[in-house]
Every structure is written in structure tokens, then in C-alpha cells.
């Protein structure tokens, strides 16, 4: 896969990136009206965060969004765990989650891995020869791979809440 390909397939993730976030916006604002949710409410989990800590919230998001729109298309490469990578340590450092790296770094290789293994899987059942038991094999990984992306994805925001929880109650005890 040369250059212009991955950042042809970059520009296509963020566009996707972009309809998906409209879409959000669009159906939490129904929600919010049919429900009559105020907007206070709605943005509650982001009280008491300072910017980094929103950045690294957001940074989390949009490498959760990249890898599952790596796994919808089949496709891993080095550039694309570089550009995880990046996501996830500025996410961290932003947090100031600085124990979590190693982790976080672990799981996003393990991550990485799982959509090459996912890729090899369909290129060979696709190549040798159509196979109901290793399409059903390969959508049950798929299912399973993205609920596993779905929880690093809560447990790493967890955790910046948490830290940020944390943070606070001491700025308020030095307060005291």
C-alpha cells in the first residue's frame, strides 16, 4: 500500500468521522428535546474537566472511531498504528495518565493485531474460496473484537474521570 492510498483512506475515515459526529449531534438533540433532557445535563460528565483532560477524552474517541473503521475495512497498516499510536500516548500525556502508557500501548498493539489477523482471515476466505463456517467464524471475531475495543475504549475514559475525580479532591484538600 503506497502513500497516496493510506492518506486517500485517511481523508475517507475522516469523512466518515465527520458524518458520524453529525449524525450524534443530530439524534442526542432529538433525544435531548423528546426527553426534555436539559443541556446541563446532557454535558454533565464533561463538569470539572479542564481542556487537556476533554482533549485526551476526545483523542480516546476518535482512535476508538479509527479502529473500528479499520475493522469495517478489513485494513491495518504500519501507518495506521503509528497514527493510533500518536492518538493514544497524546491522549495520555494530555491526562496526565502517565502509569497507563504501557497499558494503553500494549492494548493498542493487541488491537492493531487483531485487525491484521481479521484482514488475513477474510483475504483467505474470500481468495480460496467462499466457506460458511469461516464467514461465521470471521463475523463472530469481528463481534468480538469490536465489543473488546468498545471496553478499552470505557475503561480508558474511566480512568481519565477517575484521575480527574482524583485531582480535584486533592486541588480541594490543598484548598482546606
Known amino acids: 500500500m503506497n ?3 493510506v492518506l486517500y483512506n485517511l481523508v475517507g475515515f475522516t469523512v466518515v468521522a465527520i458524518i458520524f459526529l453529525i449524525i450524534l449531534s443530530i439524534t442526542l438533540r432529538f433525544l ?10 446532557l454535558y454533565g460528565i464533561f463538569l470539572n474537566m479542564n481542556n487537556n483532560t476533554i482533549l485526551s477524552f476526545s483523542l480516546i474517541s ?9 475493522l469495517i ?7 495506521y498504528v503509528i497514527f493510533s499510536f500518536i492518538l ?3 491522549s495520555d500525556i494530555f491526562a496526565k ?5 504501557p497499558l494503553n500501548i500494549i492494548n493498542l498493539f493487541i488491537e492493531c493485531a487483531s485487525i491484521y ?3 488475513i482471515l477474510k483475504d483467505y476466505i474470500f481468495k480460496e474460496g467462499f466457506n460458511t463456517l469461516l464467514f461465521i467464524v470471521l463475523v463472530l471475531v469481528v463481534i468480538f473484537i469490536f465489543l473488546y475495543f468498545t471496553y478499552t475504549m470505557f475503561r480508558s475514559l ?3 474521570v477517575k484521575l480527574q475525580k482524583d485531582l480535584s479532591l486533592s486541588k480541594k484538600r490543598v484548598k482546606e
Not at 475495512?73 to 501507518?79: C, E, G, P, S
Open 3 to 5: 502513500l497516496s492510498d
Open 32 to 41: 435531548s428535546k423528546k426527553f426534555s433532557v436539559d443541556k446541563i445535563k
Open 62 to 70: 476518535i482512535n476508538y472511531l479509527f479502529l473500528v473503521w479499520c
Open 73 to 79: 475495512n478489513f485494513q491495518m497498516n504500519y501507518i
Open 88 to 90: 493514544i500516548l497524546l
Open 97 to 101: 495518565n502517565y502509569k497507563k502508557i
Open 117 to 119: 489477523v481479521i484482514s
Open 158 to 160: 474511566n480512568s481519565i
